[in-house]
């Protein structure tokens, strides 16, 4: 009897998978960075120098000061005279910086008898050509009302660093206190930041 051999092939499938071409990236096609310095003032100062002694003569009549109110009040007794140079400095490196300077007195004394400061005023002239590097400055003076309360002087608005330079007169009228004698007073002069 013939036997029938039946080979049954089992094939076997195998799924091969062909990756598709990688998606490209998304995002800006520009970009910004953020970069910091910081800018530091040489030297973060406000200050004032002033002279340390100064001396006023009595009035012939005539004035030196272009001031008319000034020229007005010489007479025999009266002593007028420019002090020295004031100057502001202010290298704060600050956008827009400002600064007033005030300005206070002692009454003029000699031991025996004393003129007050009241007696005594104070007038800035315009500011020294070649100090005024930016902004505005204002010579406001104090006219015959001088005291031991600091009261505004000069003014100034600025931007950046920048110094103000000026020579006040200064006019003490003595006429009603006769004791001779070398009178002394003290003026004191400060600066502060801001406006007033």
């Known amino acids: 009897m013939r036997k029938l ?24 096609s520009t970009g910004d960075t953020t970069i910091t310095i910081n800018v530091s003032a040489t ?13 006023l003569t009595l009035g012939t009549g005539s004035a030196t ?11 025999q007794a009266v002593y007028t005279g420019q002090i020295g140079n004031v100057k502001v400095t202010d290298d704060r490196a600050l956008l827009t910086p400002s600064w007033n300077v005030k300005v206070s007195m002692t009454p003029f004394t000699n031991g025996a008898a004393s003129v007050p400061a009241a007696s005594s005023s104070y007038v800035p002239p315009l500011i020294l050509a070649g100090f ?11 006219a015959n009302a001088l005291s031991s309360t600091p009261t505004l002087a000069v003014t100034a608005t ?17 006429s009603l206190y006769t004791v001779a ?16």
Do not use: M
Request: hydrophobic residues 45%.
């Open 43 to 55: 030297s973060p100062n406000l200050f004032i120098t002033f002279p340390a002694t100064a001396a």
């Open 158 to 174: 600025g931007a950046l660093n920048n110094t103000a330079q000026w020579n006040p007169y200064v006019t003490t009228d003595a």
């Open 65 to 75: 000061n272009t001031s008319a109110s000034q020229a007005a009040l010489l007479t």
């Open 5 to 28: 051999l039946t080979v049954a092939a089992i094939a076997g499938t195998a799924a091969v998978v062909i990756p598709s071409a990688a998606t490209a990236a998304t995002g800006p």
């Open 132 to 142: 005024t590097t930016t902004g505005t400055v204002v010579p406001v003076g104090v």
């Open 181 to 196: 004698g070398t009178y002394t007073a003290t003026l004191t002069h400060s600066v502060t930041t801001g406006l007033l």
